[in-house]
């Protein structure tokens, strides 16, 4: 049995928890560099404002007080996010995190009774603890409990908690749901589906498993399974990605050197972190940096290069340093930049590096791992706190334009709560 738990508008609710006084107004929260809406309360929703909305066509809401806006605050959103994700952990056997604001817990050996009254419980305590509204769905499959999970949080009458493990709350719930708002669906296969009369998940379930299967394929069937309460979706395992990348585009063009290459040090930085948490190591380490491409009226530059490792790494130093030497070769003085970024790709797993004839030496390599590790734990709130020289400051901008962040509440001691 699956119980998804689900936050309320997560990123709404986060600047909620530390600013009471946002409760019952419309807020959105923008993405980086202030550029979209990729977040809204009920509120903001009922005022028409869609996802995806540029800034632009929604500032003189926010001018004129009728509209709130916070910039995203990412340091903010996952430390909650750890926490409630911490107590979801502690109350369960088996947990499998689905995203920042939504995770399975995987339920045996209790009523539906006792799992709704479980529920409840977490509903409240990390409403309590946490601050964040959160939403369960109960059901016998993933996308049966998807299903019930919208209705616990559309209907406040469901206090939060929606089971629909038997066949009658299944049917009637499968009859209220748009087919477009089944998980697997999707915007794609719901105007395809929509063409042929099948308008709610009911409709979509009705049909024989032959004509799916020709629709829709594989996948499609799995779906229509797991609507009928058959368990097909196994647990999603996080494969090791073949490469990553860490870029931003500036608040402000640059052209200077050193600002450029203290922006590009700390995207590598972020990169060789992201390498260790997964347990891999990259053999090339790549830079691009490019101009402001909106401006027709400045002459434009683009361009890209890497660096092959001889043995491949994931410390702060080496891939710092292999970036700051393929951007030396890119950068020219004549331009004003707007974006650069790092990417490391041949990515394998750091259980299988082996050394080099020349180069770095074990001990060199052992003391650089050292390091990294010790610059991972005092950084666990993803600042630089500590940093090599080449690097930022933490407090420093990133050059994202921010203009409406709120405080890093719980991870930065220079931003608590001040209370008076």
Same mark, same amino acid.
């Given at each position: 049995m699956y119980?998804?738990?689900? @936050?309320?508008?997560?990123?709404?609710? @986060? %600047?909620?928890?530390?600013?009471?006084?946002? %409760? #019952?107004?419309?807020?959105?929260v923008l993405s980086n560099n202030d550029g979209c809406v990729v977040a809204r309360s009920n509120e903001s929703k009922a005022m028409g404002i869609k996802m995806c909305t540029p800034y632009f066509r929604i500032k003189g809401l926010s001018d004129s007080g009728t509209l709130i806006v916070r910039s995203s605050n990412y340091a903010l959103y996952g430390d909650l996010s750890k926490r409630i994700m911490s107590i979801l952990a502690s109350s369960v056997p088996k947990l499998e995190i689905y995203s920042i604001d939504e995770a399975f817990m995987v339920i045996s050996g209790i009523t539906?009774?006792?799992m709704i009254d479980m529920s409840g419980e977490i509903v409240g305590?990390?409403?309590?603890?946490?601050?964040?509204?959160?939403?369960? #769905?109960?059901?016998?499959?993933?996308t049966l409990a998807k299903i019930a999970n919208h209705f616990a949080k559309k209907y406040p009458g469901y206090h939060g908690v929606c089971s629909v493990i038997d066949e009658k709350k299944?049917?009637?719930? /499968?009859a209220l749901t748009g087919i477009g708002d089944v998980w697997g669906i999707g915007w794609r296969n719901a105007p395809k589906l929509a063409a042929c009369g099948i308008m709610t998940a009911s409709d979509f379930v009705s049909r024989p498993e032959a004509w799916v299967k020709r629709k829709m394929g594989v996948t499609g069937v799995r779906t229509w399974l797991e609507l009928q309460g058959h368990d097909c /979706?196994?647990?999603?395992?996080?494969?090791?990605?073949?490469?990553? @990348?860490?870029?931003?585009?500036?608040?402000?063009?640059?052209?200077?050197? %050193? %600002?450029?290459?203290s922006r590009?040090?700390?995207?590598?930085?972020? @990169?060789?972190?992201?390498?260790?948490?997964?347990?891999?190591?990259?053999?090339?380490v790549g830079v691009f940096i490019r101009t402001n491409r909106f401006r027709?009226?400045?002459?434009?530059?683009?361009?890209?290069?890497?660096?092959?490792?001889?043995?491949?790494?994931?410390?702060?130093?080496?891939?710092?340093?292999?970036?700051?030497?393929?951007?030396?070769? /890119?950068?020219?003085?004549?331009y004003k930049y707007k974006k650069a970024g790092v990417i490391v790709s041949d990515i394998v797993s750091d259980g299988v590096v082996q050394g080099a004839i020349f180069g770095f030496d074990a001990g060199t390599r052992e003391k650089e791992d050292k390091l990294s590790e010790l610059m991972d734990k005092i950084n666990g709130s993803g600042t630089n706190i500590l940093r090599l020289a080449s690097?930022?400051?933490?407090?420093?901008?990133d050059g994202v334009r921010s203009e409406f962040r709120s405080k890093r509440f719980s991870t930065d001691w220079n931003e608590l709560m001040e209370i008076h």
């Open positions: 119980a998804l738990v689900d @936050c309320n508008n997560f990123f709404v609710s @986060c %600047e909620r928890a530390f600013q009471p006084e946002l %409760e #019952g107004k419309p807020v959105v539906e009774n006792e305590k990390i409403r309590k603890w946490v601050g964040v509204p959160v939403s369960i #769905g109960i059901a016998e499959t993933k299944r049917d009637r719930a /499968l /979706l196994k647990e999603n395992k996080i494969e090791k990605r073949k490469s990553i @990348c860490t870029s931003r585009s500036f608040a402000e063009m640059t052209g200077d050197e %050193e %600002e450029l290459a590009v040090a700390d995207f590598a930085g972020m @990169c060789a972190r992201k390498l260790r948490s997964e347990h891999t190591v990259a053999y090339t027709d009226d400045m002459e434009q530059y683009d361009s890209m290069a890497s660096l092959r490792l001889e043995v491949p790494a994931n410390s702060t130093q080496e891939i710092v340093s292999a970036a700051l030497s393929v951007l030396r070769t /890119l950068y020219r003085p004549e690097q930022r400051p933490g407090h420093y901008s």
